[in-house]
């Protein structure tokens, strides 16, 4: 027992793991041990029946229709996850594979000759391994958050480089003793033991986290085309070129391995463990160079330098099988791709993308991945179809196509070198938005990209050490330790507090005694960071270290302790028993409650308040509600900030209800934001059918706005056409902002032709409503005083429906503003309506050159409506034939506008009518969502009933 205790110590320790997470992760890894283990049967013993029978010559053919096959199967599997649980996927997959091994088995068995239907089975494979460690890797990022992700990752890979050696070894031993056909079952078997752990990871880890990830995870990436941002991006588009040419190359080297292998070897159960061996000690070799060499090698060499070692390990290779056209060179080839791609060249290619921001690397980097390497591997194909099988050239020469394309692969790699030196010296002068602004620029030395990232670290600037670091972080390199730890001192308390949190990773010292020296910073983050640090280094006596300072004299150690914790410990059940944050919450409002010292409560209470933001304990959600109340703005603030964190919809009201405070509408926008970007779909709901007032909903378009994506998109397009003109009007705008600060946003030709038209004949149906008022118009001569209330209300509707033309006109022009640049649009809506007549000439004649046709027929004469001084003259009327409505069709219109100033108006001068024949309009509005039409139309329904 002591022994299993010590183990389980061990492996703890040894891979940085807490004991709550030790359970899931081992099951996950066992997962996809289990899954590679299969991959690595089956990929094997398929190669090895198709080989024996269609021969190589059918190889090329076969990576076609699997790079076909691959990028079909994407396209459809990204729709299926916008559609279906992710649970259900992963399980049906499962189950399809299942099926699909024992269909393979009963086929193969049957001892008919199958021949090309054997092409199945291949691109099964094929297709298999990308779907299943594509599922598996989206599971497992929702069962870790991103602290965790970013330690546990590796261990978890390591199962899949554990299931790839035991795989390949076990169908080697196999394949002696059972036939071929028969190692689908096997695998199938194991298959099915994959099953339950995905239902009890969901079960347990997923599902009981639902709240938290509903809005987090459901943030799309599909809305942005992948090509355009890669051709955008000058390193985006080498990197492209050089994966897809190392793919290229590997296709053609494992031509080589298979053709040798099948000429040489003739039986199907020797051919299944040769590549099953070879399979093996390929992964045994590449984890070997991964754990022992790459580091040194990537470091020594830099990365871009790195790259050049598996083009020209395999060009070793290809040039001397020229002359020694043997298996075993073929062996040493496919020794030197297999290992260094999966080791030192994986390495550096995931060094490459440091410069690219994060939403574009997530964005663009599966693309790259998959989609690259599927082409790349299309085009392998018919190099080899039209070149080996068509010219019907000898196999030898495939060295010589390999050597060609390594060369021009080399040749992109020193483009590439170049491109990230530069995307890398960019960045290093950008200034960085957390630094202050003061700081004056240090022209960057370029060296090698460590000793670059060193020199920075030591002698650059402000912004450019936070940049960096902020760059860095995610890396964990080692070899940037010594740098970080001279930050520890550095003047800014920015640059403390990432320093600590970089080496919160680094293993290289333990640095508990200078870290504990921060704990008496004034600044809060680098005491909470520290207080984090000791706890991560000391977790089995850190029970030691926040007692002590959580019952320190000192009020702010104690809250720095109390939101160290907190975030130490976030999610993590078993730690929440252990430290009994509960306890120290309760205790932290018990000594704010008996405060006297206002300033000392109110840090009590921002702590409070971090506190259970950060551990999104449910029992505390009432004192945030109780503090959003509070007249104080920094409390309040914080209180919205920390509500955000907890992703609890509850709390969206409160939040939505401060976006019409000024002091407090920048971070009520800020926290709508974190909630995701399904908040904006709960918000779009809310505010279209008026459960939010329009004094907070005007604000809605800017939440919307920061989301910055093809959704958000979708939704101020819903909002412009389905809200109050003011939240309308302020949609538009925001639209307007995306579409000219980000270029990657489709907001189609059509639809801004479309909205432009559509709001010309809305100007127009404005018109006909004053024009059938017009008959009315006498009254505006007459003084106010003499007018009866029904002709006050008449008079009313006709001035407001003057101000909407002004209105409908803005919103022309706004659209105007999606397919023009505003700068050229905007000043011309002030000269039509502000300008001297040679001014408003001059701006129509503007126009009427930019415009195109269509546009220029509907608007044009609008623009020229505006010069008459707002008269309608008879001009006006013939020349856009206006409609005469009868007075029940014009109310009919105006009550249907998204107007509520407009139905008001509408609903007093329909009472003051007492005409019963407008009923029915009147009852259309009864079950209006918006609270004060609806009890408007109430007492005019009952007012008109009276006189029936």
């Not at 008459?868 to 009919?892: G, H, P, R, V, W």
């Amino acid at each position: 027992m002591k022994s299993n205790k010590g183990l389980k110590n061990y492996l703890l320790k040894i891979f940085d793991l807490n004991e709550h997470e030790l359970q899931k992760t081992l099951l996950l890894q066992l997962n996809v041990f289990l899954l590679i283990t299969t991959l690595l049967i089956v990929k094997p013993t398929i190669n090895s029946l198709f080989l024996s029978t269609l021969t190589s010559h059918a190889l090329p053919i076969a990576y076609i229709l699997t790079a076909v096959f691959a990028v079909i199967g994407s396209y459809f599997y990204d729709k299926a996850l916008e559609k279906y649980a992710l649970n259900q996927i992963i399980e049906k997959t499962l189950i399809g594979s299942i099926i699909s091994l024992i269909i393979f088995t009963v086929a193969l068995n049957s001892g008919i000759n199958l021949g090309y239907i054997l092409f199945i089975p291949y691109i099964w494979v094929s297709i298999y391994g990308l779907l299943t460690t594509s599922q598996f890797w989206i599971l497992t990022n929702l069962v870790y958050n991103i602290r965790e992700a970013k330690r546990i990752f590796g261990f978890i890979g390591s199962g899949a480089i554990a299931g790839g050696i035991f795989g390949g070894y076990l169908t080697t031993i196999l394949s002696n003793f059972i036939a071929s056909e028969n190692l689908f079952l096997i695998a199938a078997g194991l298959l099915i033991i994959c099953i339950p752990i995905t239902r009890y990871i969901w079960k347990n880890e997923v599902d009981k986290s639902s709240e938290a990830v509903s809005i987090k995870r459901e943030s799309t990436f599909k809305e942005q085309s992948p090509i355009k941002l890669i051709k955008k991006s000058q390193l985006l588009s080498v990197i492209a070129i050089v994966v897809g040419l190392s793919v290229i190359v590997a296709k053609l080297v494992d031509y080589q391995y298979s053709h040798y292998a099948s000429e040489l070897i003739s039986s199907p159960e020797e051919l299944t463990g040769f590549f099953g061996f070879w399979f093996s000690t390929l992964s045994v070799i590449s984890l070997v160079i991964q754990l022992f060499i790459t580091k040194r090698i990537v470091g020594v060499f830099g990365v871009g330098n790195s790259m050049f070692w598996l083009p020209i390990g395999i060009l070793i290779g290809s040039v001397l099988l020229l002359f020694i056209p043997e298996l075993w060179v073929v062996v040493i080839i496919k020794i030197a791709d297999g290992s260094l791609k999966q080791s030192v060249n994986k390495a550096a290619t995931e060094l490459l993308s440091i410069p690219i921001p994060i939403d574009l690397k997530k964005r663009t980097k599966p693309f790259i991945d998959v989609v690259i390497d599927s082409i790349a591997t299309g085009i392998a194909g018919f190099i080899l179809i039209f070149l080996i099988n068509g010219l019907n050239i000898s196999k030898l020469y495939v060295s010589i196509i390999t050597v060609i394309m390594i060369s021009v692969w080399i040749y992109f790699i020193i483009k590439l070198k170049k491109e990230y030196i530069r995307s890398f010296k960019s960045l290093l002068e950008t200034t960085h938005h957390h630094a202050e602004k003061n700081n004056h620029k240090k022209e960057v030395p370029i060296a090698s990209i460590v000793d670059t990232v060193k020199w920075v670290l030591e002698n650059g600037s402000e912004s450019q050490i936070i940049h960096m670091l902020y760059k860095t972080i995610d890396y964990h390199d080692e070899r940037f330790f010594k740098s970080i730890k001279k930050l520890l001192n550095h003047e800014s308390a920015k640059v403390r507090t990432l320093a600590i949190e970089s080496l919160y990773y680094l293993k290289t010292e333990d640095l508990t005694p200078e870290i504990e020296k921060l704990l008496e910073d004034p600044n809060q983050e680098v005491t909470t960071d520290a207080f984090r640090y000791i706890l991560n280094r000391h977790s089995e006596n850190s029970e030691f270290y926040y007692a002590k300072y959580l019952n320190s004299n000192d009020d702010n150690l104690k809250n720095a302790a109390l939101l160290a914790l907190s975030l130490e410990i976030h999610s993590k059940n078993k730690l929440h028993e252990k430290f009994q944050l509960n306890k120290w919450i309760d205790q932290a409002i018990a000594d704010w409650r008996n405060m006297s010292d206002l300033e000392i409560k109110k840090n009590k209470m921002l702590t409070i308040l971090e506190v259970i933001g950060n551990s999104k304990m449910r029992a505390y959600y009432p004192i945030i509600k109780d503090q959003i109340q509070t007249g104080d703005v920094d409390i309040l603030n914080c209180a919205i900030d920390n509500a955000a964190k907890t992703k609890n919809l509850e709390f969206v009201p409160f939040i939505v209800s401060l976006l019409a405070q000024k002091k407090t509408r920048q971070h009520a926008i800020d926290g709508l934001y974190k909630y995701g970007e399904p908040i904006i779909i709960y918000l779009r709901d809310k505010i279209a059918h008026d459960q939010i007032d329009l004094q907070e909903g005007v604000f809605i378009p800017h939440v919307i706005e920061k989301f910055n994506s093809q959704k958000a998109v979708k939704t101020l397009i819903f909002l412009i056409d389905h809200t109050e003109h003011a939240i309308s009007i302020e949609a538009l705008e925001a639209l307007q902002r995306l579409k000219w600060s980000n270029n990657n946003l489709i907001i189609k030709e059509r639809f801004i032709l479309d909205k432009v038209l559509e709001e010309c004949k809305k100007y127009q149906t404005t018109l006909s409503t004053i024009h059938s008022q017009l008959p009315l118009s006498h009254l505006e001569k007459i003084p106010t005083e003499d007018l009866s209330e029904e002709n006050k209300a008449r008079k009313g509707l006709l001035t407001i429906l003057e101000h909407r033309l002004d209105r409908e006109l803005l919103r022309i022009f706004k659209f105007l503003g999606l397919k023009y640049l505003p700068d050229e649009i905007e000043p011309i809506f002030e000269i039509l309506k502000k300008g001297q007549d040679s001014q408003r000439a001059n701006a129509i004649e503007f126009l009427e050159n930019i415009l195109d046709n269509q546009l220029k027929h509907l608007l044009i004469p609008i623009a020229e409506t505006v010069l008459i001084d707002d008269q309608l003259t008879e001009d006006i009327i013939k020349k856009f034939n206006l409609k005469s409505y009868t007075e029940y069709e014009c109310y009919n219109i105006l009550l249907q506008m998204h107007d509520l100033k407009i139905k008001h108006a509408v609903l007093y001068l329909i009472m003051q009518t007492n005409n019963t024949t407008f009923i029915p309009l009147v009852e259309m509005l009864i079950d209006n969502p918006n609270e004060t039409i609806k009890l408007q139309a109430i007492q005019t329904l009952e007012h008109l009933k009276t006189q029936l």
